[in-house]
């Protein structure tokens, strides 16, 4: 426990300014309004609470230049906490919960393919780009997957919990699309935040184009990458 302590009195920054604290509640916010969701009457508790896990994957992201944290996520973590407040919903509402594991097939298959170039389930390891030719475009079409897969889930009732989980996702894939750009030879002035910021712009566009694709074909294309990357390491 002291140590705990410890770890989370020197990443203060992290818990209160960012990723986490307030720029965290300023991104949720913002994109939970472009989702249509009016923040003053989505005050109900129980969808307040359900936006903590979530929340808490955006605070623990080990994005540049935030401050290090020594207790991080691995991916399946990730995924259940990110999930929370849908298969929470689903719950409430007496959904079978196959037809919820379903939407995040696409996902699944995209956090298989990083765990198996990276050979880790830590966030962190997302950030490790491959030194391979084979090995990188197996890690690139992982990329284009995990953002058709997190255009599935937008949910078509959405409220503060399940934007803050759609951002979640966005966020997590940042980190391997941020180790790509980090890649490139780019100028020193603007690597850290101005990675970041180009990585969220273009992690953005591709989720939202995606959204515009069929279903079978989102399926289609996580297959098809999960195929490629055993190929690649193979």
Do not use: K
């Not at 944290?69 to 906490?81: E, K, R, S």
């Amino acid at each position: 426990m002291s140590d705990l302590l410890g770890a989370l009195g020197q990443a203060w920054p992290r818990l209160l300014l960012y990723p986490g604290g307030l720029s965290a509640m300023l991104a949720v916010v913002m994109f939970a309004r472009l989702r249509g969701v009016t923040i003053t009457r989505d005050r109900h508790i129980t969808t307040l609470i359900d936006t903590l896990p979530p929340l808490c994957v955006l605070t623990l992201l080990p994005l540049a230049p935030a401050a290090s944290f020594a207790y991080g996520l691995d991916l399946a973590t990730t995924l259940l906490l990110l999930m929370w407040p849908v298969m929470h919903q689903a719950a409430q509402e007496r959904r079978d919960p196959r037809d919820v594991i379903n939407q995040y097939l696409p996902i699944i298959m995209a956090a298989m393919v990083f765990a198996s170039i990276t050979n880790t389930l830590s966030l962190s390891g997302l950030l490790r780009w491959p030194a391979e030719p084979l090995p990188q475009i197996g890690y690139s079409l992982g990329i284009v997957a995990w953002f058709v897969g997190s255009s599935q889930i937008m949910s078509t009732r959405p409220n503060l919990a399940t934007a803050c989980s759609e951002l979640g996702f966005v966020m997590v894939g940042v980190l391997p699309l941020s180790a790509g750009l980090q890649a490139l030879p780019v100028p020193g002035e603007i690597a850290g935040w101005g990675i970041v910021f180009a990585s969220v712009v273009i992690a953005m566009v591709i989720t939202i184009g995606a959204g515009y694709l069929p279903r079978w074909i989102r399926y289609l294309i996580a297959g098809a990458t999960l195929l490629a990357s055993g190929l690649a390491i193979g």
